[in-house]
Structure formats: structure tokens, C-alpha cells
């Protein structure tokens, strides 16, 4: 054996120590504390139940980072983490070097484990809460409450994942033990399964809550009260709310009220992402009159009218909006002074403007090229899915050449690159394509501009995929197939 493979002095310590687990366990109060990451992760891969719950008792970091041990759990060995846990709680007197505050089972901290005793020593999670309230949600908590398991958590139909249930069953039936949640998502419609997760948590922790897919109007009605109680969330995603949401009635005045009052109470809302909700129609001011800190606003196949779009432009937080998304909203009929109106408000802030699909065509296009051209700040612009002509495309980029900070640049292939019988159809006649493509090369080095330009052919919202035609520095087009530009990874 080469000297390089000898165990190290540390490595036989430990085998030594486990060799005699009753031993190694009256002996922990004498381990010294920069081998308890390194004793832990050997007992936890070796199962070592025992010894275990000894070593989370005597744990003498304020955070115990499970996040990467615990991807596959055997729940066996992990039970053992949580009994140890639960004998800690029951204690009325602490163990004399005990200072564990946080069990982390998020995968915030990677590497963690390799780092060793410097990193898990300065390891902390200030993001759990923002505030500590002076009562829990849950029944009987206090700020006096001396364990906080931080997670993220998936409610969903059918199996749910085996950890999560776990760790929901435990607090549950245990006092002494809050859950705080940094992300939530929702993917059930299942009242009484929400509500019961729900019970346990810490709702001023959450940060991040995402709805989807399969909630239906009455569960909506339910469980909005809960929204106005998630004091510290941040971002907000709702999207295919399904059932009668997708036929308008006056029902909807009174989701859109209740849901207007609940996000009022949200002071620390920064991004907000509604797609596929028909209520929205002739009710944005209702829900966003007191989001007065957004950022980042998404509205995705959403029903919405001119004076939906009017009031956004007069909101105060327009003035602050960095990234601003509007897919599939059918504007055809709109006048362009909302959106222009809109566009100057956000002029000194925006760093992301997605105009998708929305059906905008010349004339209204000519109306807010003056408002576009004032985005100095502007990184990513995504136009793809109009109905623009080949010489308004030519203004629009001469125009976009102007923004010093534009890096991406997402266009349609304009009217004149399909049959002119069929262009609704949106199948490209490649000819007339070639010869589009063929006019923009040249023009688009006159206009000197550094942005990669994109000229989308065709787009699927179900499938998420989408065709572009990108211009090269060499001059040339390449194709490429790729997922839709979400506006999560537009900013750059």
C-alpha cells in the first residue's frame, strides 16, 4: 500500500470510536466538535440508529444540513435523525453543548458535507424567516419553540413523495417542532390534503408558491384566506385553473375581490405569474391595487381588456418593473396608447419585455416603437408570434439597434415569408423565407447592433417548443429547436 491510501489518523479515529458504539456514546461530550461532521456522515451512510440519535443531541452547530443526504432516504436511518430529535424536545434540560436550531432538509448547501468543519461551522439560515412572529400557526407554538425543520414541499395527487409525508406525519403529532417552507407547490385539488398540510406549517414562512394544473374554483374559494397569512412570500404562480373558471360570471367579481384582498396583505410581493385564469377579465385593478412592489409581472393566456391594460400603465409599480411578460393576450383590438403608456412608465427600470403572441400588428407596432426605443435598460426583447409586415420589422430592428444594453433579441418571421393565402395558417413557404432572410443579413450589419438576433418560424405554448432562425457573426442563419423562452430564463 502506497502512502497516499494510508487511512488518515482522523479516519481510524472514528472507526475506532464506532467500533464500541455504547462507548462512543458516553463519549460525544469529549469528541472534539470539528470531527462531527465527518462522525456523522459515517454513521449516517452505516445506519448506526443508536448512535445516531446520540449525535443529533450532542449536534454543536446551530444547522444540521440533510438536503443531499436525504435525496434517497432509507427512512430507517432517517427515523433515527427525527428520534433523536424528539428525545431532544422531550428533555427538559438541554445538553450542555446543544445549539441545533434548524434542521435543513432543503439542498440549499451544496457539498456541504465535503467542505467539512469550516463550512458546516459558519452554516446558518437566516432565509427560513424574515420575521419571528411571537405565536405559530400552529396550535400551541411560541417564539420559545427551539427546532425549525426548513423544506420545501409538494402537494400533489396520488403517491407523495415518501419524505415529505414523513416529515408532515412527524410534526404533526409532535408539539415542539415548527415547518418552515422557503417553496410550496400545489398541485392537487383535494381540500381536506391541503388543508392538513397546510395545519403544520409555518405560513409566514413561505417564499415562493406556485398553483397549478388542477385546482378548480371551489378550492380557489377555500384555501384563499390561507394566502393573506403567507406574509413573506415573495413569488406567486398560479396558472390552468380549471372548471368554471374558464366561463366568466359574476362568481368571478367575488374570486377576484377575495383575491385582490388576500394579496393586499402580501407587503413582500416581488414577482407575480398568472397564466391560463379567464377571471382576470376587467378585474386587474381589483387584484394588483395593492402590490405595490413587483418587479417581475407575468400574464400568460389570461383574459384581459384595454382597461385591464390602462390600469397597469397608471399602477405606481410599473415605474419599478424590471421584467414584464405578455403571452397569448389577444390585443388586436386594443388601442395602442395603454401599451405604449406602459412601456414609458417602465421605461427606466425594464430589463426584460416579452410582446408574445399577442396579435399586435403595423399599426399598432408603429404606435410604441417612440416608447420602446426610451428602454434603455432593455437586455432580452421577445416579439415573437405577431403579425408584423417585412418593412415594420425592419423598423422594429433599426430601433432595437439603439439599446446599448440589448443582448437577445426574439422577432417574427414577418407576413411576407408565408404563402399569402395560407400566412394564417403560419407554415413558412421557404422561398419566400430565403429571401427574407437573405434582405435582413445585410440590413442588420448596417444597423451595427450586437444583439443575437432570433427570428422565430413556429411555436407550440402546449408542447413548449419553439423554432428559431439565428443570425451568425458570420453572416449566416442557423436553425435551432428549443424550448419557449420562459420569462424565468429571459433575464441575462
Same mark, same amino acid.
Not at 469529549?30 to 445516531?52: K, N, R
Not at 408574445?356 to 403595423?362: Q, S, T
Given at each position: 500500500m502506497s502512502i497516499s491510501t494510508l487511512p488518515s489518523l482522523q479516519y481510524l479515529a472514528m472507526q475506532t470510536l464506532l467500533g464500541n458504539q455504547?462507548?462512543?456514546?458516553? $463519549?460525544?461530550?469529549?469528541? #472534539?466538535?470539528?470531527?462531527?461532521?465527518?462522525? *456523522?456522515?459515517?454513521?449516517?451512510?452505516?445506519?448506526?440508529?443508536?448512535?445516531?440519535?446520540?449525535?443529533?443531541?450532542?449536534?454543536? *452547530?446551530?444547522?444540521?444540513?440533510?438536503?443531499?443526504? $436525504?435525496?434517497?432516504?432509507?427512512?430507517?436511518? *432517517?427515523?433515527?435523525?427525527?428520534?433523536?430529535?424528539?428525545?431532544?424536545?422531550?428533555?427538559?434540560?438541554?445538553?450542555?453543548?446543544?445549539?441545533?436550531?434548524?434542521?435543513?432538509m432543503r439542498n440549499e448547501h451544496p457539498n456541504i458535507w465535503i467542505q467539512g468543519y469550516p463550512s458546516m461551522a459558519r452554516l446558518s439560515c437566516p432565509d427560513v424567516l424574515t420575521e419571528k412572529p411571537t405565536v405559530s400557526h400552529c396550535s400551541g407554538m411560541t417564539e420559545e419553540q427551539p427546532l425549525t425543520i426548513a423544506m420545501d414541499l409538494t402537494i400533489?395527487?396520488?403517491?407523495?413523495?415518501?419524505?415529505?409525508?414523513?416529515?408532515?406525519?412527524?410534526?404533526?403529532?409532535?408539539?415542539g417542532v415548527q415547518l418552515c417552507l422557503r417553496k410550496l407547490q400545489v398541485l392537487c385539488d383535494s381540500i381536506s390534503e391541503i388543508q392538513k398540510a397546510l395545519h403544520v406549517v409555518r405560513l409566514d414562512s413561505i417564499q415562493e408558491l406556485a398553483v397549478s394544473e388542477c385546482w378548480c374554483s371551489r378550492t380557489f374559494g377555500k384555501l384563499t384566506p390561507y394566502l393573506g397569512q403567507m406574509k413573506n412570500l415573495h413569488i406567486l404562480k398560479f396558472s390552468r385553473l380549471r372548471g368554471s373558471f374558464h366561463t366568466l360570471s359574476p362568481k368571478h367579481l367575488w374570486f377576484s375581490s377575495k383575491l385582490g384582498e388576500q394579496l393586499g396583505q402580501l407587503g413582500h410581493l416581488q414577482e407575480l405569474y398568472v397564466h391560463g385564469v379567464c377571471f382576470l377579465s376587467g378585474q386587474l385593478s381589483v387584484i394588483l391595487r395593492s402590490l405595490l412592489h413587483l418587479e417581475t409581472l407575468s400574464l400568460s393566456s389570461?383574459?384581459?381588456n384595454e382597461a385591464d391594460l390602462r390600469f397597469l400603465s397608471r399602477h405606481p409599480c410599473s415605474r419599478q418593473l424590471k421584467h414584464l411578460q405578455l403571452r397569448r393576450l389577444l390585443m388586436d383590438n386594443f388601442s395602442p396608447e395603454p401599451l405604449s403608456a406602459l412601456l414609458e412608465q417602465a421605461a427606466g427600470t425594464l430589463?426584460?419585455?416579452?410582446?408574445?403572441?399577442?396579435?399586435?400588428?403595423?399599426?399598432?407596432?408603429?404606435?410604441?416603437?417612440? $416608447?420602446?426605443?426610451?428602454?434603455?435598460?432593455?437586455?432580452v426583447f421577445s416579439f415573437y408570434g405577431n403579425h408584423i409586415s417585412l418593412a415594420a420589422l425592419h423598423s422594429l430592428?433599426?430601433?432595437?439597434?439603439?439599446?446599448?444594453?440589448?443582448?437577445?433579441?426574439?422577432?417574427?418571421? #414577418?407576413?411576407?415569408?408565408?404563402?399569402?393565402?395560407?400566412? +394564417?395558417?403560419r407554415n413558412i413557404d421557404p422561398e419566400r423565407f430565403a429571401q427574407?432572410?437573405?434582405?435582413?443579413? #445585410?440590413?442588420?450589419?448596417?444597423?451595427?447592433?450586437?444583439?443575437?438576433?432570433?427570428?422565430?418560424?413556429?411555436?407550440?405554448?402546449?408542447?413548449?417548443?419553439?423554432? *428559431?432562425?439565428?443570425?451568425?457573426?458570420?453572416?449566416? +442563419?442557423?436553425?435551432?429547436?428549443?424550448?419557449?423562452?420562459?420569462?424565468?430564463?429571459?433575464?441575462?
Open positions: 455504547a462507548l462512543a456514546i458516553s $463519549a460525544l461530550d469529549d469528541v #472534539p466538535v470539528l470531527l462531527f461532521p465527518s462522525l *456523522f456522515i459515517e454513521v449516517y451512510a452505516q445506519g448506526h440508529t443508536e448512535m445516531l440519535k446520540a449525535l443529533v443531541q450532542a449536534w454543536p *452547530f446551530s444547522c444540521l444540513p440533510l438536503g443531499d443526504l $436525504a435525496e434517497s432516504p432509507d427512512l430507517e436511518t *432517517f427515523n433515527a435523525v427525527l428520534d433523536g430529535l424528539h428525545l431532544l424536545l422531550a428533555k427538559k434540560e438541554r445538553p450542555s453543548r446543544w445549539k441545533l436550531q434548524v434542521l435543513d400533489k395527487d396520488g403517491t407523495q413523495d415518501a419524505l415529505q409525508a414523513h416529515l408532515l406525519h412527524w410534526a404533526r403529532e409532535r408539539r389570461c383574459r384581459l430589463e426584460t419585455l416579452a410582446l408574445e403572441a399577442c396579435c399586435i400588428m403595423d399599426p399598432q407596432l408603429s404606435a410604441i416603437l417612440p $416608447a420602446l426605443s426610451q428602454c434603455n435598460q432593455l437586455r430592428l433599426s430601433h432595437t439597434a439603439r439599446l446599448g444594453h440589448l443582448r437577445r433579441g426574439i422577432y417574427p418571421a #414577418p407576413l411576407e415569408s408565408y404563402s399569402p393565402q395560407e400566412w +394564417w395558417l427574407v432572410r437573405a434582405g435582413l443579413a #445585410p440590413a442588420l450589419r448596417d444597423t451595427g447592433t450586437t444583439q443575437l438576433v432570433q427570428i422565430c418560424t413556429s411555436f407550440c405554448h402546449y408542447q413548449n417548443t419553439c423554432q *428559431f432562425y439565428s443570425l451568425g457573426l458570420d453572416g449566416s +442563419w442557423v436553425l435551432t429547436e428549443e424550448g419557449l423562452p420562459g420569462l424565468s430564463a429571459l433575464p441575462v
